[in-house]
């Protein structure tokens, strides 16, 4: 197989890629090669009714003739067109004088390379491109980081070359471009600020007027990547159609951040971007002004958040990409998370799907239980843990990924076809597909329960001790289907704060479920923290990741807290902590909804795994 793609292994949002660089990245892909596992052979059946064949229902995938022998989805037929030699170009940036660099004076450019398939004369095509940090970068051979990662003139391993073998054939242009500071492009390295918004739009703008283009762009990318096509949305080019952000953050404080709980990769996360992308050039005499303020804001947020320490400037507003999306942009986006993903977690996929939705934006949604990986790669997904999604593989690996994008792109870029419906497909942590009109679904009720009816242990929660408690089992399977809340009446010790780690068992089975975090000077939840008067009483309005999960009858439900988890820091509070009281001022929400066995909702996926040679 390829190697993995700078895209996928050096990402903002990976713990493990900003401490390591390239060593870990590096080992996985000689592993991978290899394994050369082959996941099986062609599958042929015959079509319930005539369709062309992106048109076939994900119920009836399983009768393409899809080769199933390589470790990502491929299209069941390869298209009418060559691919040309890639061309270089270089797109000059109108910058606003707020984003005007300081140092070594030069003209901003990005770098762009692209791919075009070899089609008749006059024959206008549409443009997909990825754009992100990770061309050219790493250590620069440095002792024990290793060379940099290739330029953007080769396809990278995560989406490039996956478009490059599947998509150009078949009429579509592949833009690769690197982030302003990376790369050959030029300007400081403003990392998901409005310079470097205002870079990816630019290039947008510059692919829509080329004489080859009919003027339809597409952006898909993973982590930052993804990120990247919510950049490119704030302030939309007309040429930007449609957006497929895989597990790209809304926001960069919404990325660290959840209900003030601080992950750990916050504090350093600006300052080595700029060390993985300095190249001892003149490049590097360049300065953003928010290189000057970025690496503080994580600490002052973290330490001083109830005095104004995450506003005393607007680097975290300015990377709040959501908000301009929601009110500028009218393409359509198709959101792509992994439930288990502790990178950039799914809280960002939902409910901005409806939010989207809400806004007159088409939007369509998949969401399985891996982590931060693509759709389609079951030898990632095959290496998860008990209660980290171990328990939905094989299925969670949709190898008809391709033939889904391909019906997308096909509409939205092409115009050929009908409208695609907007829904959400998503996947239970036993394993099961079922397809919603929006999720949380429409259909959703709340079982509210008090916690005067839990065993409970503990009741004092700080780095030292803990509490959890139980809840009496059902009579009948519970299906979760939302973000669970846990309502949650504290007391603050003698300190100006304190936190809450909470993770939801089947206490049956011992088997995680999900968890949720808060910081008490954020106990309303969102972005505004408030003071805290130690020794006053508080209900904490905390709210668990996204959950899809069933539980079956008789089994009973258990929470622990604690005071951080997983890779969260602790509070500032950390040694003195929370009393919590479970009673009856304390509540867990649950959102159910009832799917029996023979619902319309449930369907089985592309089973790749009972193929032949499996």
């Known amino acids: 197989m390829q190697e993995e793609s700078s895209a996928d292994t050096f990402r903002d949002d990976s713990k493990i890629a900003l401490q390591t660089l390239l060593v870990s990245s590096l080992v996985l892909a000689v592993v991978f090669l290899i394994l050369g596992i082959n996941f099986g052979e062609m599958r042929s059946y015959e079509l319930e009714q005539d369709y062309e064949w992106w048109e076939v229902p994900i119920n009836q995938r399983d009768t393409l003739n899809l080769n199933l022998s390589g470790n990502r989805s491929v299209l069941p037929e390869v298209g009418p067109y060559g691919v040309l030699d890639y061309s270089t170009n270089f797109v000059e940036v109108e910058l606003p004088l707020s984003e005007q660099d300081a140092g070594y004076p030069k003209q901003a450019v990005m770098h762009v390379a692209l791919w075009l398939p070899d089609v008749p004369e006059g024959v206008k095509v549409p443009v997909i491109m990825t754009i992100h940090p990770y061309y050219d970068f790493g250590g620069e051979g440095a002792p024990g980081i290793g060379a940099d990662s290739n330029p953007n003139t080769i396809p990278d391993g995560g989406v490039g070359l996956w478009l490059y073998e599947n998509f150009i054939s078949h009429g579509y242009a592949l833009a690769q471009s690197s982030t302003f500071g990376t790369g050959e492009s030029t300007h400081c390295q403003d990392v998901k600020g409005l310079g470097e918004q205002t870079g990816i739009q630019a290039v947008v703008d510059w692919l829509g007027v080329q004489e080859w283009s009919n003027g339809n762009v597409g952006l898909m990318g993973k982590s930052y990547a993804g990120t990247t096509n919510w950049e ?138 891996w982590a931060h990986n693509y759709p389609d790669q079951p030898i990632q997904h095959g290496t998860l843990e008990s209660g980290y999604g171990a328990e939905a593989y094989p299925e969670m690996s949709r190898m008809d990924w391709a033939v889904e994008l391909y019906g997308w792109f096909h509409y939205y870029l092409k115009g050929i076809g009908d409208e695609p419906e907007p829904y959400v497909t998503i996947q239970t942590n036993q394993g099961q597909w079922h397809l919603e009109e929006t999720w ?112 079956p009858a008789g089994h009973k439900i258990r929470i622990e807290l604690s005071e951080s988890g997983e890779d969260y820091l602790p509070s500032s509070c950390a040694a003195i902590g929370l009393n919590v009281m479970i009673d009856d001022s304390s509540t867990l929400g649950l959102p159910l909804i009832d799917r029996p066995a023979n619902h319309e909702s449930w369907f089985d996926p592309l089973p790749w795994w009972e193929t032949e040679d499996s």
């Open 232 to 369: 490119a949305a704030q302030q939309p080019s007309e040429h930007l159609k449609t957006i497929v952000p895989i597990s790209g953050s809304i926001g960069v404080q919404e990325m660290f951040y959840r209900n003030g709980s601080s992950e750990a990769r916050a504090m350093g996360y600006d300052a080595a971007y700029q060390a993985a992308t300095s190249d001892l050039g003149t490049d590097d005499m360049r300065l953003c002004t928010d290189d000057m303020i970025g690496p503080l804001n994580p600490f002052s947020t973290w330490g001083w958040a109830e005095f104004g320490g995450a506003e005393w400037n607007d680097y975290w507003e300015e990377r709040r990409h959501l908000p301009d999306v929601l009110e500028n942009y009218r393409g359509s986006v198709y959101l792509v998370w992994g439930l288990q993903d502790w990178n950039v977690d799914p809280y960002h996929a939902y409910p901005t799907y409806q939010a989207l939705r809400d806004a007159g934006i088409n939007a369509r949604a998949i969401s399985g239980q």
């Open 440 to 551: 949380p679904p429409s259909d959703m009720s709340w079982q509210m329960i008090t916690l005067d009816q839990a065993e409970s242990e503990g009741n004092v929660v700080n780095a030292q001790s803990s509490a959890s408690f139980i809840i009496p089992a059902a009579s009948e399977e519970l299906h979760i289907s939302g973000l669970p809340t846990l309502h949650l009446s504290v007391r603050a010790r003698t300190c100006n704060g304190g936190q809450i780690f909470a993770t939801m068992y089947d206490d049956t089975d011992n088997l995680r479920l999900g968890h949720a975090t808060m910081d008490l000077r954020y106990r309303d939840g969102g972005y505004d923290a408030k003071p805290v008067i130690p020794l006053q009483a508080y209900t904490m309005l905390m709210e668990f990741n996204p959950m899809d999960v069933v539980i």
